[in-house]
């Protein structure tokens, strides 16, 4: 009886390989004897300890049965289960069963996959998968019984609202996926699979909406996926400074979050969601640079209101990325644009100061980056509070000692909020960077200063794209019927057109 039923198995692998053998750099396939098969696994894991093989013994009817898996990323309870049905299955009539009809039946559930080749079993094993090697057979079986602790969906950390959903995205590539597909029930969804990276084989999704999407954005980015040749992807971020267009610029060309609400809305309005198995931001292109200025609480909020809050974060971003400039170039320079009463009150202040305006600008800015560093450092107990109590001590203390002037810190203060409220932290640290720059020119040429250093950053924001996007549409070019929500938000019945700045191949959103 056990001869037929190995013979029937050579059969239906279609193979008559008794060894594992490598020739001309083509795939290893699967050895018939279990005993090299296991062998040949063990070395090419290098005899690691947390690689495990279960061998699990047949009887008269079936061979011999071994479980390969990595310790920790497997249900011990399944895998138990999968023992105590490899030996009580039902048989057929004739005792010979078919071995993937047996193993649908030996496999509590999930995906079932067959495998050929030894790449393939280890590949699979590394997924947190577990693979079934059958004595006799020249291909297994792979088994989805994945036991991987994982975060719990959480609120967003980073990107929190006061209206709107409170999910945000995990560490788990499945999940995040499973949160978009919830809010797009929808089968014109497209997915697609990558894996990047030697040595990590981290799962890149590409997800975009056909018949919304533009199809050579979709073909761009896909293109500079797969051109992606490195050792690990630990997180989305290597993924961006891989396929963006301009590595050297300060300004981001795709937009991250960690909302699966934000992701929904950038896919209906037809951009791309890159989403990187082990990190809960998702990478979103193309964008413009007045996206980075909203909020995906504006479109839950009124339209009243959030035209407002846009107004608030654009006098922000000009806050934080003049005012300090602006200060030492009047101060210094300027003088006379001072109104006589503000201008003896400053001069009052700096009345025995021993460094100039930009010197004292300088050192204050570094000053509050370190605290903010050192916030973000510290255990998250206390560091808010080493974050407020130090600029508060730093800032009085500065003032008492004569070091820097009230009204300086006054500036820096007001522009480290301003910097805060621009809600995608990436550009914001774009707008940090860019300030230390101008601060510079302002305190050797004034207002002159500061026109050299923004006719070079306006022009490099006009010749800048995002996988072909202009980025300062729609002002550059210019189109009107985009307008409507830049700076401003109309209300709903009004928003009949998907944005044209991105491509969308269907621009109707309303009847």
Not at 286 to 312: A, C, G, H, K, N
Not at 461 to 480: A, D, K, M, Q, W
Request: charged share 20%.
């Amino acid at each position: 009886m056990m001869s037929r039923l190995l013979k029937k198995m050579r059969k239906h692998s279609n193979s008559s390989s008794s060894t594992v053998q490598a020739k001309d750099n083509m795939p290893v396939e699967i050895s018939a004897s279990l005993q090299e098969c296991v062998e040949a696994l063990s070395q090419r894991m290098g005899n690691s300890s947390d690689f495990v093989i279960r061998t699990i013994s047949g009887n008269d009817v079936l061979p011999e049965l071994a479980v390969c898996y990595i310790e920790g990323f497997i249900d011990v309870n399944q895998l138990n289960q999968i023992s105590e049905s490899w030996l009580t299955v039902s048989m057929e009539a004739d005792g010979l069963p078919d071995i993937p009809a047996l193993m649908k039946k030996v496999v509590p559930g999930g995906e079932l996959k067959q495998l050929h080749t030894v790449d393939a079993v280890i590949s699979t094993v590394l997924d947190g998968k577990a693979v079934l090697l059958i004595d006799g057979l020249t291909s297994s079986f792979s088994a989805s019984i994945t036991s991987l602790e994982k975060r719990s969906i959480e609120e967003p950390s980073s990107q929190t609202v006061i209206r709107g959903p409170k999910d945000g995205f995990t560490e788990d590539i499945s999940t995040n996926l499973s949160l978009v597909r919830r809010r797009l029930r929808t089968p014109d969804l497209r997915v697609q699979t990558l894996v990047i990276g030697k040595y990590t084989n981290t799962k890149v999704i590409l997800t975009y909406i056909e018949g919304i999407a533009d199809q050579k954005i979709v073909q761009e980015i896909t293109s500079r996926l797969q051109s992606i040749t490195t050792d690990s992807v630990l997180e989305s971020g290597y993924i961006e400074e891989f396929i963006q267009d301009k590595t050297g610029s300060p300004f981001p060309t795709l937009l991250n979050t960690e909302r699966p609400d934000a992701v929904a809305g950038s896919l209906l309005e037809g951009q791309v969601a890159i989403l990187v198995d082990g990190t809960p931001f998702v990478l979103l292109a193309p964008v413009t640079f007045f996206r980075f200025l909203q909020s995906s609480e504006d479109y839950y909020q009124r339209y009243d209101l959030t035209t407002f809050l846009r107004v608030i974060r654009l006098f922000s971003f000009i806050v934080s990325l003049l005012l300090p400039s602006l200060y030492i170039a009047i101060s210094t320079f300027h003088q006379e644009m001072i109104p006589t009463t503000l201008l003896i009150s400053l001069a009052a202040q700096r009345e025995g100061a021993p460094m100039p305006a930009l010197v004292e600008a300088i050192m204050m800015e570094l000053t509050f980056e370190i605290i903010r560093e050192a916030g973000v450092r510290m255990p998250r107990v206390i560091g808010p509070a080493i974050s407020i109590v130090g600029a508060l001590v730093i800032g009085q203390a500065a003032v008492q000692a004569g070091l820097v002037s009230g009204a300086m810190v006054i500036v820096v203060s007001f522009t480290a909020i301003a910097n805060f409220a621009i809600p995608a932290f990436s550009m914001a640290a774009a707008i940090r960077i860019i300030r230390f720059v101008l601060m510079l020119f302002a305190g050797t040429l004034g207002l002159y200063g500061i026109l050299a250093g923004i006719i070079p950053i306006y022009v490099h924001l006009v010749s800048l794209t995002s996988f072909g996007v202009p980025y300062l549409s729609p002002f550059v070019p210019l189109r009107f019927s985009d307008m409507r929500d830049v700076f401003i938000r109309v209300p709903w019945p009004f928003l009949k057109t998907r944005p044209d700045d991105i491509k969308p191949h269907n621009q109707a959103r309303q009847k």
